[in-house]
Nanobody, 117 residues
């Protein structure tokens, strides 16, 4: 089992920056890709960014050029640097891990990001 704990959410003004961090513990070797998803009120959960064990990345269209995902395999952390934040980035951000063989997902409890206009 893998456990994921997010940190770094908060309130920021539009145009500002925040950095989210996800700490993974447990059987880390069983997880391949890791990433961040978000869910705004009344909307479906959507991909923000993902990163494979080899470092390949994938971003949601709405955050390309503004957000950067990074992974430290030695520290078992995945960070999300968010720049040029917009009010529409307001959401609960969830850390995600995908098990290597089953393809099942594990989730953190989420951290709230609020961007004021």
């Amino acid at each position: 089992q893998v456990q994921l704990v997010e940190s770094g959410g908060g309130l920021v003004q539009a145009g500002g920056s925040l950095r989210l961090s996800c700490a993974a513990s447990g059987n880390i070797a069983s997880v391949n890709s890791m990433g961040w998803y978000r869910q705004a009120p009344g909307k479906q959960r959507e991909l923000v960014a993902a990163i494979g064990s080899g470092g390949s990345t994938n971003y949601g269209d709405s955050v390309k050029g503004r957000f950067t995902i990074s992974r430290d395999n030695a520290k078992n952390t995945v960070d999300l640097q968010m720049n040029s934040l917009k009010p529409e980035d307001t959401a609960v951000y969830y850390c995600n891990g995908r098990y290597r063989y089953s393809g099942m997902d594990v989730w953190g409890k989420g951290t709230l990001v609020t961007v004021s206009s």
